[in-house]
Each structure stands twice: as structure tokens, then as C-alpha cells.
Nanobody
């Protein structure tokens, strides 16, 4: 059982920056695959970025829409994951969700169904 709580969302002008945090509790997520998803009004929840467990040597994938602007990271000592969002655009407006799943050698990472645990979401609004 893992509880995930996101924070750091808010209102920002286009071109600005925000950093989202996801704090995990209940157990360590050191060996979990973790990810950020987002959902805009009237849209399906979409993949943003994922980060592999500390012991995995695999690369970090990003959605094409955020590549070069967003950076995912994790602090194992704090059991926390972050999403640094730079050069924000109005199309980044959405509820952002933190997700996690125990790593078991799975290859897929971009689908909602790939993850077992979810936070409540934090709203990000970017004005033009």
C-alpha cells in the first residue's frame, strides 16, 4: 500500500516555471517505477514522464510535448518525486497526477493501466 500526495500546482504566466512534488508514504518507493500524467478538461489522461527505479540503468522517457522543457527526478532519502516544468505553455494546463507501480521488468510505461497507485492530482493553470 502506497499513498501519493502531489503539491506545487498553481497559476502561472506562459513562459514561467513550476516545480511539482509527489510525496510517497506507507512504504519506500525506491524500487518502484514512477510517473507523471496529466488530464486537461474534456481530455483523456495522458503520459508526461516516467522515472525508473534507482537500480535500473534504463533511460528516462518524456512525452514529445514536454521534452526539453520538463525534467523528472526523485529524492530517495525523502521518498519524493519531482517534476520541474519550465517554459510553460497554455496547453500545459491540466490536473497533474503522480503514479507508481512496483517494478517487475515490464516494458510499457506510458499507459494509465501500467500504474497501480495514484495521487489526488494538483491543478496547473497557464495563462497566455
Amino acid at each position: 500500500q502506497v499513498q501519493l500526495v502531489e503539491s506545487g500546482g498553481g497559476l502561472m504566466q506562459a513562459g514561467g516555471s513550476l516545480r511539482l512534488s509527489c510525496v510517497a508514504s506507507g512504504r519506500t518507493v525506491l524500487s518502484d517505477m514512477m510517473a507523471w500524467f496529466r488530464q486537461a478538461p474534456g481530455k483523456e489522461r495522458e503520459f508526461v514522464a516516467t522515472i525508473w527505479p534507482r537500480w535500473s540503468g534504463r533511460g528516462t522517457p518524456y512525452a514529445d510535448s514536454v521534452k526539453g522543457r520538463f525534467t523528472i527526478s526523485r529524492d530517495n532519502a525523502k521518498n519524493t518525486m519531482y517534476l520541474q516544468m519550465n517554459s510553460l505553455k497554455p496547453e500545459d494546463t491540466a490536473v497533474y497526477y503522480c503514479a507508481a507501480v512496483p517494478y517487475s521488468g515490464q516494458n510499457n510505461y506510458t499507459s494509465v493501466s501500467d500504474y497501480s497507485y495514484w495521487g489526488q492530482g494538483t491543478q496547473v493553470t497557464v495563462s497566455s
